[in-house]
């Protein structure tokens, strides 16, 4: 089926470990984006992406790196995992014209 | 202070009621308004779009978007218990190249309880 395909949809990790949550979209979308969605704070944009290769921070970048070697992925990587990190996680894209953004199912994630 | 904000409730309305949903906003560059709704453990998906000022119905949801008070607002009309989710307010400013590419600024959410 065609969209936004979210991976894992839920993960545990221990503080200080690396994590991987992919992204993936069948639409060829030339933007994608990161946002967290936390309780008090609604989602905030982590990293986007204007097209493969470039990338750029949004609003808490820290303690995460992206990276967009093709168009349909966009994989968000925490490169040593802290508790602040635990949210939910929600990878959405654009076609660049009207600011509609479409968003994946999201990944839980609870870093202990 | 925000860029968005939104009262994040919780709201509760019986069957039926007229729901009225607010967003506050401060930087006058936002041109592109858009109304989320997302559903427990779901993503956002996309409920109402406006560009610059005016209002914009769909169904049982109209969307008002006021430019000179920096405020925007959406109506449920006949609200019905599958109306039960979390509202995001959601806006976008121009990039330079006249167009926008979906970057967005959010209100928190307001969570929304329709009762039968």
């Known amino acids: 089926d065609a969209g936004i395909t979210q991976s894992p949809r839920y993960k545990i990790t221990e503080t200080g470990r690396q994590v991987t949550l992919m992204c993936h979209q069948t639409?060829?979308?030339?933007?994608m984006f990161w946002y967290r969605q936390d309780l008090g704070h609604g989602l905030r944009l982590i990293y986007y992406?204007?097209?493969?290769?470039?990338?750029d921070k949004g609003e808490v970048p820290d303690g995460y790196v992206v990276s967009r070697s093709k168009t349909e992925n966009f994989p968000l990587t925490l490169e040593s995992a802290t508790r602040s990190q635990t949210s939910v996680y929600f990878c959405?894209?654009?076609?660049?014209?009207?600011?509609?953004?479409?968003f994946g199912q999201g990944t839980r994630l609870t870093v202990v | 202070q925000k860029e968005v904000e939104q009262d994040p409730g919780p709201l509760s309305v019986p069957e039926g009621a007229i729901v009225s949903l607010n967003c506050t906003y401060s930087?006058?560059?936002?041109?592109?308004f858009m109304w989320y709704r997302q559903y427990s453990r779901k993503g956002p998906e996309l409920l109402m779009y406006?560009?610059?000022?005016g209002n914009k119905e769909d169904g049982r949801f109209t969307a008002q978007v006021d430019k000179s008070s920096k405020y925007i607002s959406l109506f449920i009309r006949d609200s019905q218990p599958s109306d039960s989710a979390t509202y995001l307010c959601?806006?976008?400013?121009?990039?330079?190249?006249?167009?926008?590419?979906?970057?967005?600024?959010f209100g928190q959410g307001t969570i929304l309880t329709v009762h039968p």
């Open positions: 959405a894209s654009s076609v660049g014209v009207g600011a509609i953004a479409f």
């Open positions: 639409w060829s979308h030339s933007y």
């Open positions: 992406s204007a097209a493969a290769d470039i990338t």
């Open positions: 930087n006058s560059a936002f041109q592109y």
């Open positions: 406006t560009y610059s000022s």
């Open positions: 959601a806006m976008s400013a121009r990039n330079a190249g006249g167009t926008s590419y979906g970057k967005l600024t």
